[in-house]
């Protein structure tokens, strides 16, 4: 059974101080694990897709990393904007899997 | 924007009554999909479909059922809701890239 989990359950940062999310993983055949924001009341919003170990994608103040066994979300510089729950999931055939959120909150 | 729009967005109802919630997308994606989300929990996959009258159950389909007549409208419905079912319902499409696009939800809550 595919299992993610997402740590911290909440952060709270300064703006400007940059950190880092965490999500492992157990999957057998990982075909993708993706990174989503959501704000609250609406739906998840789709940031990255990492197909393999050593993968790096970039957007904005966002940068997203994937180890054999873990992704990393890492926030440069924060902003207030940057607010949100971050949600992690790995793909296994057409279905996805998804960790319990990460809530990001930067105080200005 | 993947063009998915649900229906209702809110709504109330009573134990026991039957619910049917609609997702509407307008860009002929083969696969939809229904979530839920609770607090602690994260999206669970409810049923999910692959096409025209093709549906399938996901981890926590218990209680719900789907109908997919035409590409762009997907179903799902409460036979009889219970209290558990209060939550906030997602539904979703996947592009021929695999990626999931997820519409703006439904709170549900059943008293």
């Known amino acids: 059974e595919d299992q993610v989990t997402q740590s911290p359950e909440a952060l709270r940062l300064q703006e400007g101080e940059s950190s880092s999310l965490n999500c492992s993983y157990t999957v057998s055949g990982l075909r993708g694990l993706f990174w989503y924001r959501q704000d609250p009341g609406k739906g998840p919003e789709f940031l990255f897709t990492?197909?393999?170990a050593g993968e790096e994608k970039e957007k904005e103040r966002l940068k997203a990393t994937l180890t054999k066994k873990e992704s990393f979300l890492h926030i440069t510089a924060p902003k207030p904007e940057d607010s949100a729950t971050y949600l992690c999931a790995v793909r296994h055939d057409y279905k996805l899997s998804f960790g319990a959120g990460t809530t990001v909150t930067v105080r200005a | 924007d993947a063009g998915i729009t649900q229906s209702p967005r809110h709504k109330v109802t009573e134990t026991g009554t039957p619910v049917t919630l609609r997702c509407h997308q307008t860009?002929?994606?083969?696969?939809m999909y229904w979530y839920r989300q609770d607090p602690g929990h994260g999206l669970r996959l409810i049923h999910y479909?692959?096409?025209?009258?093709?549906?399938d159950k996901g981890e926590v389909s218990d209680g719900y059922s789907v109908s997919r007549s035409k590409t762009e409208d997907f179903l799902l419905t409460l036979e009889s809701a219970t209290s558990s079912q209060t939550s906030v319902y997602f539904c979703?499409?996947?592009?021929?890239?695999?990626?999931?696009?997820f519409g703006p939800g439904t709170r549900l809550l059943v008293l």
């Open positions: 860009e002929n994606h083969r696969y």
């Open positions: 479909s692959y096409g025209v009258k093709d549906t």
């Open positions: 990492l197909y393999s």
């Open positions: 979703a499409i996947s592009t021929a890239q695999e990626t999931q696009y």
